[in-house]
């Protein structure tokens, strides 16, 4: 058998940089970086609005209401 020819397999952590979960698994890649995962996507949490778009609705609201009092 030849040496070195397989890339390392090991547990990695992944962070969903929507809700900040964490998963630890077997992988070859050295970070996996989320989107959304299975604890904040619509699909599992059966709310239909996206984490992004919320905070982005959120601060349009901000920006409108800073507009009105000038
Ligand atoms: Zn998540």
Request: aromatic content about 8%; charged content about 30%; overall charge positive.
């Amino acid at each position: 058998m030849k040496k070195d020819i397989h890339p390392k397999y090991g547990q990695i952590k992944a962070v969903c940089s929507s809700c900040n979960a964490e998963f630890e698994f077997g992988s070859t890649a050295d970070k996996v970086t989320l989107d959304v995962c299975s604890n904040c996507h619509a699909f599992y949490t059966g709310n239909r609005t996206d984490v992004k778009a919320r905070g982005r609705v959120e601060r349009f609201n901000k920006i409108l209401e800073k507009s009105k009092k000038n």
